[in-house]
C-alpha cells in the first residue's frame, strides 16, 4: 500500500476548486484555505464586483484566483459557470458548495414564493453544481464535492428558518446520496455543518444595520458554546481543505459539525 508523505497530504497543486458564495465570509474562509494549499480556486458569486475583488485579494496574497459571477439556482449560469472554469483551468478537481441564504420569516406569514427562494439558491443550487461539476470530475478520473449545510441540518435554532431548515436538510439527504452513487467513480461527497460564525453579514445585523442574506443566522452568544468562543470563517476553511485533500481519502457520505460543541447543549 502506498503511504503519502505528510507534506503531501494537504497539498492541492494542480487542483481546481471552485467556492460558491466565495466573495466573502465562511465561502471566501474557504476559498482562501484552498487557494493557499495550492489549488487554481475560483470564486462564483452572484455579484460581479464582489467575486473579482475577492479573487483579487487572494492573488495579492501570492495565490491563483478568478471571479466568476453565477446565480447558482439558475441551470444556463450554472453551466456557464462550468465551461468558465474548464476553459480557463482545463478540469475541475474539488467543488464547495456554500452559497446560501436565510431570510427570517415566521411560517405562518412566509410566502410560496420566500420559501420557493431559499430551495431554489440553497437546494436546487447544490443540485445543479454537483451535477454539472461531476460530468467533469468523471473525465479527470475522480474529485471530491463539499456541501456546506448547518447544525440546522441536524437541529433546528430559531423561528422564522422553516424554508432554510428544510433546504439544508434537504442537502445532507442529497449528500449522503450523491455519495452513493458518485463512489463508484472515486469522486467523494461530504459536508460540513457550521454553528455560529461571525461573518460581515452577522456583524452587520448586531450593529442595526440591514441582514446580508447570503450569510449565515445568527450566531449564538459565548456562553451559550462550550468552547467559548464563537466561530470565524477560518474554522470551516481549515475543515473543508481536510475533506478536499488527501486527509479525507476513506470518507464520503459524512457530515463534520463544526460548531464549537454548541449542539452538545
Known amino acids: 500500500m502506498k503511504i503519502t508523505a505528510n507534506k503531501e497530504l494537504l497539498n492541492l497543486s494542480g487542483k ?7 466573495s466573502m465570509g465562511i465561502g471566501f474562509g474557504i476559498a ?5 494549499a495550492g489549488a487554481k480556486t475560483v470564486i462564483c458569486g452572484r455579484r460581479e464586483e464582489e467575486a473579482k475583488k475577492a479573487a483579487e485579494e487572494i492573488k495579492q496574497l501570492g495565490f491563483e484566483a478568478i471571479g466568476i459571477t453565477a446565480d447558482v439556482s439558475q441551470e444556463k449560469d450554472v453551466v456557464n459557470l462550468i465551461n ?11 467543488l464547495v458548495n456554500n452559497a446560501g441564504i436565510f431570510p427570517f420569516n415566521p411560517l405562518v406569514t412566509m410566502t410560496a414564493d420566500q420559501f420557493d427562494k431559499v430551495i431554489a439558491i440553497n437546494l436546487r443550487g447544490v443540485f445543479l453544481m454537483t451535477k454539472y461539476a461531476a460530468e467533469q470530475m468523471k473525465k479527470n478520473g475522480g ?4 456541501n456546506i449545510t448547518s447544525i440546522d441540518a441536524l437541529h433546528p435554532s430559531a423561528v422564522g428558518l422553516a424554508h432554510y431548515d428544510a433546504s439544508k436538510h434537504g442537502v ?4 449522503k446520496n450523491a455519495a452513493l452513487e458518485l463512489a463508484k467513480d472515486n469522486i467523494t461527497v461530504n459536508a460540513v455543518a457550521p454553528g455560529g460564525v461571525l461573518t460581515p453579514g452577522v456583524v452587520t445585523m448586531q450593529s442595526g444595520g440591514k441582514q446580508n ?3 449565515r443566522f445568527p450566531e ?5 458554546v462550550p468552547m467559548g468562543r464563537i466561530g470565524v470563517p477560518d474554522d470551516i476553511g481549515k475543515v473543508v481543505l481536510f475533506l478536499a485533500s488527501e486527509m479525507s481519502s476513506y470518507m464520503t457520505g459524512s457530515q463534520i459539525v463544526v460548531d464549537g460543541g454548541y449542539l452538545l447543549k
Open 16 to 22: 481546481t476548486a471552485i467556492v460558491t458564495g466565495g
Open 32 to 36: 482562501y484555505r484552498l487557494a493557499e
Open 84 to 94: 468558465q472554469t474548464i476553459n480557463q483551468y482545463q478540469k475541475i478537481d474539488i
Open 143 to 146: 474529485g471530491k464535492i463539499i
Open 172 to 175: 445532507w439527504g442529497l449528500t
Open 213 to 215: 442574506t447570503t450569510e
Open 220 to 224: 449564538p452568544t459565548k456562553m451559550e
